[in-house]
């Protein structure tokens, strides 16, 4: 009810049908939600990109995390320091080429801290890149070999410096620098193996072997592998179905020493999903020549793990 009081100072109605019931206007939205999780000021990637939080960052964000998740792991546990010469292992594809570049950032802020240096104290560590060439094993076309060779050249070329250089080694040359030969006896050893499942993971062995020969031939003292967490989650199943969960603790390790070269994986902690994002966000090329889907119990375990990353 009104007071009816002229010295009233309170404000109130004069009359009490004048009291408004209309509930009070609701609190603007909030679009934080339609932002970057970690700048709040820039969108968001495409929805469907990614699950989870990453798929809450913007481009810059994203690409900022990935690579501190590389720079961390290579921190932590030392996997290159000044004095070290490392090789890449370049098979074009996303994982492979993430692994070339954040290597090479990593190298040119090394570079770039040298020069600005005035006692020259750390040198800065070398980088080569080393392309396992399988058209012995794969029915693949020497052109299609030949232009993917190429464009490797070309990638690689145009990484500012200092000067990477490109080791392309027919994987036949495990056996001899006589690639006739070599050629012959893999063939034989392949065709000795009667599964699919134990093909390919000979065929695995063997381009670790090379690998290992081309890093100790040139003087390289770490060998740097692209294997992200979706490949090793494959690898660690297979394993298990295989039997030999035994070695799996060294296996998945971000370094492994067991080689005369020991084996890095500074990726160890991104997804494939997450690396093919990247590729297509700062447009780096990729390419695979000897794109040969896994089968046998490989096959079914690659099957299972994308349909669980997708879901």
Same mark, same amino acid.
């Given at each position: #009810?009104?007071?009816?009081? *002229?010295?009233?100072?309170?404000?109130?109605?004069? =009359?009490?049908?004048?009291? /408004?019931?209309?509930?009070?206007? !609701?609190?603007?939205?909030?679009?934080?939600?339609?932002?970057?999780?970690?700048?709040?000021?820039?969108?968001?990637?495409?929805?469907?990109?990614?699950?989870?939080?990453?798929?809450?960052?913007?481009?810059?964000?994203?690409?900022?995390?990935?690579?501190?998740?590389?720079?961390?792991?290579? +921190?932590?546990?030392?996997?290159?320091?000044?004095?070290? =010469?490392?090789?890449?292992?370049?098979? &074009?594809?996303? *994982?492979?080429?993430?692994?070339?570049?954040?290597?090479? @950032?990593?190298?040119?802020?090394? $570079?770039? =801290?040298?020069?600005?240096?005035?006692?020259?104290?750390?040198?800065?560590?070398? @980088? &080569?890149?080393?392309?396992?060439?399988?058209?012995?094993?794969?029915?693949?076309? /020497?052109?299609?070999?030949?232009?993917?060779?190429?464009? #490797?050249?070309?990638?690689?070329?145009?990484?500012?410096?200092?000067?990477?250089?490109?080791?392309?080694?027919?994987?036949? =040359?495990?056996?001899?620098?006589?690639?006739?030969?070599?050629?012959?006896?893999?063939?034989?050893?392949?065709?000795?193996?009667?599964?699919?499942?134990?093909?390919?993971?000979?065929?695995?062995?063997?381009? #670790?072997?090379?690998?290992?020969?081309?890093?100790?031939?040139?003087?390289?003292?770490?060998?740097?592998?692209?294997?992200?967490? *979706?490949?090793?989650?494959?690898?660690?199943? +297979?394993?298990?179905?295989?039997?030999? &969960?035994? /070695?799996?603790?060294?296996?998945?390790?971000?370094?492994?020493?067991?080689?005369?070269?020991?084996?890095?994986?500074?990726?160890?902690?991104?997804?494939? $999903?997450?690396?093919?994002?990247?590729?297509?966000?700062?447009?780096?090329?990729?390419? $695979? !020549?000897?794109? *040969?889907? !896994?089968?046998?119990?490989?096959?079914?375990?690659?099957?299972?793990?994308?349909?669980? $990353?997708?879901?």
């Amino acid at each position: #009810m009104s007071c009816n009081s *002229s010295g009233c100072q309170s404000n109130c109605y004069k =009359n009490g049908d004048q009291v /408004s019931d209309s509930p009070p206007p !609701p609190p603007a939205a909030n679009n934080s939600s339609n932002l970057c999780l970690k700048c709040k000021t820039n969108s968001p990637i495409t929805p469907g990109s990614l699950s989870g939080d990453e798929a809450r960052f913007c481009a810059d964000c994203f690409r900022s995390n990935i690579y501190g998740k590389f720079r961390l792991a290579v +921190a932590s546990h030392a996997m290159i320091s000044p004095s070290d =010469n490392v090789l890449v292992a370049f098979s &074009g594809g996303p *994982s492979s080429r993430v692994a070339l570049q954040f290597v090479h @950032v990593l190298q040119d802020r090394a $570079q770039k =801290n040298f020069e600005a240096s005035k006692d020259k104290s750390l040198p800065v560590f070398g @980088v &080569g890149v080393a392309f396992i060439d399988e058209s012995a094993v794969y029915p693949v076309s /020497s052109d299609k070999v030949d232009g993917a060779i190429q464009d #490797m050249r070309s990638v690689v070329s145009n990484l500012a410096p200092p000067t990477k250089q490109l080791h392309v080694v027919p994987i036949e =040359n495990i056996y001899a620098s006589d690639s006739s030969d070599g050629k012959d006896r893999l063939t034989k050893l392949l065709d000795a193996v009667n599964d699919a499942t134990g093909k390919e993971d000979l065929l695995l062995h063997l381009r #670790m072997m090379a690998l290992q020969k081309v890093a100790s031939q040139n003087g390289y003292n770490r060998l740097i592998l692209g294997s992200c967490t *979706s490949r090793i989650a494959c690898h660690v199943l +297979a394993a298990t179905v295989k039997g030999r &969960g035994y /070695s799996l603790s060294a296996d998945i390790q971000y370094v492994d020493a067991r080689w005369e070269v020991p084996v890095v994986l500074p990726l160890r902690d991104c997804t494939s $999903q997450e690396l093919n994002l990247l590729c297509h966000l700062d447009g780096l090329k990729t390419l $695979q !020549p000897f794109d *040969s889907p !896994p089968s046998g119990i490989n096959g079914l375990i690659s099957s299972f793990v994308n349909v669980l $990353q997708d879901s």
